[in-house]
Each structure stands twice: as structure tokens, then as C-alpha cells.
């Protein structure tokens, strides 16, 4: 229990990952504990963990105005520029002018933003500038809808009751992951990143070990080292390969 209410505790600090603690809460009531000294256990252990960090951040914003300094930065000489990595040579940068609101300007790359993100999550390297064949992309989005249609399509169509009451918890929070990542990436933080949506995988990972059709266990098993091949292959031939 402590170690579950530690991880907890640290996934409260990444603000991306606060749609875990809700998911975390409806597994619970899935789950049907009613051990409330367990529970109470685990509340008090995250909230040990999290609490000072989000007390420190607080202060933070609110003694130095950091968003506050962050617009009027942005918004300097009448329109300056913000590279979203400060480096330069990201595809994506912010333009901040006096009296605008905030708007992504796409560099030289051209991308589409949804795509960059999805990018993003299988593999992107360097400074978000070094990216694979579009034929590696279509693989891993093959993969992944494969995957998807074998956990999701069985339990959705013939399960039972409570393994489709979980079901509907996941599709509820993987969207408010979706959404926070769409908001962070393209509203707040004008990167496409693709580690806002790393909250899914937990929660499909449990749905998956939870409510698994067992006819269905080795073709999943198969994709997912498929998924992990693919990955490995972009790393060497993209990621490594950049720096050859």
C-alpha cells in the first residue's frame, strides 16, 4: 500500500498525469474495495507525496508570477518569436503579440499538429526534428488499432456487464487525456508532445489484465512485441541513425 500510494503521490506532481488519480478512483469502485483503513492508507501516503510538491508550486506561481512573466516575455518587442523547445530548430513556434492571443506558428516542417503529436508519442528524436518514414508512422498506427480492436471490440460487443462498466471508465478517461493533452499541447505549453498521452497505457493495461478475453491473449501478446520491435527499429534506424 505504500508503494502504490507513493506512485500515486508522484503522478499528482506531472500535471498530465492528475486524469491516473480519477481512473485510480474508479478502479477502486470497480473493484469493490471496502476496506476503508486500506484505502485511507493509501489517500494519506499519496497525499504526503504530492502535497508538499503542489504547496511548493503554488508558492512558486504566486510569489515570482511566472505565467504572468512567461505572456509578457512572449509579447516583447511588439512580437517576438518563442522557439517551444528554445532551441530553434523546433517545426513549432509561439507568436505573442500585444493585444493577440496566443496562436502556434508552423516553421518550415509544415506539420500537422494532431499528427505531431501522434509522432511524437511512437518516436520522435533530437530536438523533435528528426522523424522516420511516414511508412513507420502507418505501422505503428496499425499496430495500435489492432491492438485496440482486440481489447476493446470483444467486451464491447458480447462481455459481460461489469467488464463493460470498466470499459466505459477507460473510454471516459483516456478522452480527458486526449483532451488535456489537445489543451497543454496546442493552449498552454505549444508543443506537440506525445508523452501527454502516456496516461493511457496504464489504464489499458489494467482493463487488459482484467478483462481479457483469454482466446484473444497470445494474438495481443504478439502485436504488443510486434509494437515493441517496430519501436526498437525506429530508435536504431532514426534515433541512432542521427547521430551516426
Given at each position: 500500500m505504500f508503494?502504490?500510494?507513493?506512485?500515486?503521490?508522484l503522478s499528482c506532481s506531472k500535471l498530465n498525469y492528475l486524469v491516473s488519480v480519477g481512473f485510480v478512483g474508479w478502479a477502486v469502485l470497480w473493484l469493490g474495495?471496502?476496506?476503508?483503513?486500506?484505502?485511507?492508507?493509501?489517500?494519506?501516503?499519496?497525499?504526503?507525496?504530492a502535497l508538499p510538491w503542489v504547496a511548493y508550486h503554488s508558492w512558486v506561481e504566486l510569489t515570482f508570477e511566472t505565467g504572468q512573466?512567461?505572456?509578457?516575455?512572449?509579447?516583447?518587442?511588439?512580437?517576438?518569436?518563442?522557439?517551444?523547445?528554445?532551441?530553434?530548430?523546433s517545426p513549432i513556434?509561439?507568436?505573442?503579440?500585444?493585444?493577440?492571443?496566443?496562436?502556434l506558428v508552423a516553421g518550415s516542417h509544415d506539420v500537422e499538429l494532431g499528427g505531431l503529436s501522434f509522432r511524437s508519442f511512437c518516436g520522435l528524436y533530437g530536438w523533435m526534428s528528426f522523424v522516420a518514414d511516414e511508412w513507420m508512422y502507418a505501422v505503428f498506427a496499425v499496430l495500435y488499432a489492432a491492438l485496440l480492436a482486440m481489447l476493446v471490440l470483444p467486451v464491447a460487443a458480447r462481455g459481460p456487464r461489469r467488464a463493460q462498466f470498466l470499459l466505459l471508465g477507460v473510454l471516459v478517461f483516456a478522452g480527458l487525456v486526449l483532451g488535456q493533452s489537445v489543451y497543454r499541447s496546442w493552449v498552454?505549453?505549444?508543443?506537440?508532445?506525445?508523452?501527454?498521452?502516456?496516461?493511457?497505457?496504464?489504464?489499458?493495461?489494467?482493463?487488459?489484465?482484467?478483462?481479457?478475453p483469454a482466446s484473444l491473449r497470445v494474438?495481443?501478446?504478439?502485436?504488443?512485441?510486434?509494437?515493441?520491435?517496430?519501436?526498437?527499429?525506429?530508435?536504431?534506424?532514426?534515433?541512432l541513425g542521427a547521430l551516426t
Open positions: 508503494v502504490a500510494g507513493a506512485l500515486l503521490g474495495m471496502r476496506r476503508g483503513k486500506r484505502l485511507a492508507l493509501l489517500a494519506l501516503v499519496a497525499a504526503a507525496i512573466r512567461v505572456v509578457e516575455y512572449a509579447g516583447a518587442g511588439g512580437g517576438a518569436r518563442l522557439q517551444a523547445f528554445g532551441s530553434g530548430r513556434s509561439l507568436h505573442r503579440a500585444p493585444g493577440q492571443g496566443r496562436h498552454y505549453n505549444f508543443q506537440g508532445q506525445g508523452r501527454y498521452l502516456f496516461p493511457v497505457l496504464p489504464m489499458l493495461f489494467f482493463y487488459w489484465r482484467t478483462c481479457e494474438p495481443a501478446l504478439v502485436v504488443i512485441a510486434l509494437l515493441g520491435m517496430h519501436s526498437l527499429m525506429s530508435f536504431v534506424l532514426i534515433g
